[in-house]
C-alpha cells in the first residue's frame, strides 16, 4: 500500500486490475475501474467487519478471574448506533447501483457515432463475420464475409482507434459473443428465417446489438469465445480478433473486395494469415488432437 500511495490515480488503478485482463476498448476500461473500486469498497467493509469481530472476540471475552454465574455487562437500544449501522449498508447498495447504471448505460447505449459495422452470425460450432458497406467484385452485392471452418479458424479484422457497432445473430442455438478483453459478452439469440431461408437482418427480434470504441495503440491477435454452452464442440467454437491500423484495415478491405481469401488479403498487409490466438480443432473421433 506505501509503495501505490506513490502512483498516479492511473497507475493506481493499473495496480488495483485484480487480474483482470487488459482491455482494448474505452469501454472495457470503464468497466474495469468500477470493478476495481468495487472490489476496493468490498474489501475495506471486510477489513472493518473483520476488525470489529476480532475486537469484540479480544476485548470481550471472559476474563479468567470472573465468576462462572456472573453475567457481562449487558448494553442495549443504543438508538444512534442503530441508525448507523441499519443506514450504513442501504448507502453502499446505492452508491454501487448508481455506478454501476452509469457504466451500464454507456456500454450498451447504441446512441453514439460508428465508424465501421460488422455483422455475426454464431452456428455450431463456429462463425461468420461479415463487413458493412462492403462489396466482392463482380459479386451480386456480396459484402466481404469470413466463415470458419474445422482447418480454419475465423480471424476478424478490426482497425484500431474506431468505434465498432456489431449485430448479433445466431442460426441455430443461443450461442454468446465473448472476446475477453472486450471485458464484456453478448448473448446470440436465435430469430429465425425469412421466407426465402434468410437469416432475418438487424432489428429483427432476437438479434442483439453493441458498440465499443477499440482504443489506439491496441494492435495485436486477441482470442474470442463463445461463453455459452452450445452443444458438444462448444469449449472448441472460437475465432481471433486481429486488430490492425487504420491504413492496414482499409488496404485489407481492398484486397477481400478484390476476391482475395481472408488469409491472402492479412498476408497482404503484412500480418499472420492464419489464426496465432487459438487453433482449430478437428472434431473427427479417429484425430489426434493433443
Known amino acids: 500500500m506505501l509503495a501505490l500511495a506513490g502512483c498516479s490515480r492511473a497507475e493506481l488503478e493499473d495496480n488495483l486490475r485484480f487480474g483482470w485482463p487488459t482491455g482494448i476498448t474505452d469501454e472495457a476500461e470503464k468497466m474495469r475501474i468500477l470493478w476495481s473500486w468495487s472490489c476496493v469498497a468490498a474489501l475495506a467493509v471486510g477489513v472493518l467487519v473483520w476488525g470489529l469481530t476480532f475486537w469484540a472476540s479480544a476485548f470481550h471475552r471472559k476474563k479468567k478471574d470472573t465468576p462462572n454465574d456472573e453475567l457481562p455487562r449487558q448494553t442495549a437500544y443504543n438508538l444512534p448506533l442503530e441508525l448507523t449501522y441499519t443506514a450504513f449498508p442501504f448507502v453502499a447498495i446505492a452508491i454501487l447501483f448508481y455506478y454501476t447504471m452509469v457504466v451500464q448505460n454507456d456500454v450498451i447505449t ?113 482470442v474470442g469465445r463463445c461463453a455459452e454452452l452450445c452443444g458438444v464442440y462448444h469449449a472448441q467454437m472460437n475465432f ?20 482475395q481469401s481472408n488469409a491472402d488479403a492479412l498476408a497482404s498487409i503484412g500480418e499472420e494469415p492464419l489464426a496465432t490466438s487459438t487453433s482449430p480443432f478437428d472434431p473427427s473421433r479417429t484425430s489426434n488432437n493433443s
Do not use: C
Open 110 to 222: 447504441l446512441d453514439k457515432k460508428v465508424d465501421h459495422e460488422v455483422e455475426v452470425t454464431a452456428f455450431k460450432w463456429n462463425w461468420q463475420f461479415a463487413y458493412e458497406g462492403t462489396e466482392v467484385a463482380g459479386s451480386n452485392d456480396q459484402m466481404v464475409e469470413t466463415i470458419g471452418t474445422t482447418e480454419e479458424i475465423p480471424v476478424l479484422v478490426l482497425p484500431s482507434g474506431s468505434a465498432v457497432q456489431f449485430t448479433l445473430k445466431s442460426a441455430d442455438v443461443v450461442h454468446s459473443f465473448w472476446v475477453p478483453e472486450f471485458l464484456y459478452k453478448l448473448d446470440v439469440i436465435p430469430h429465425g428465417v425469412n421466407e426465402d431461408g434468410t437469416l432475418k437482418g438487424p432489428g429483427a427480434q432476437g438479434t442483439n446489438q453493441f458498440i465499443v470504441n477499440i482504443k489506439d495503440g491496441t494492435e495485436g491477435a486477441y
Open 240 to 259: 481471433e480478433l486481429r486488430v490492425v491500423s487504420p491504413d492496414q484495415y482499409e488496404d485489407y478491405l481492398t484486397a477481400r473486395e478484390s476476391g
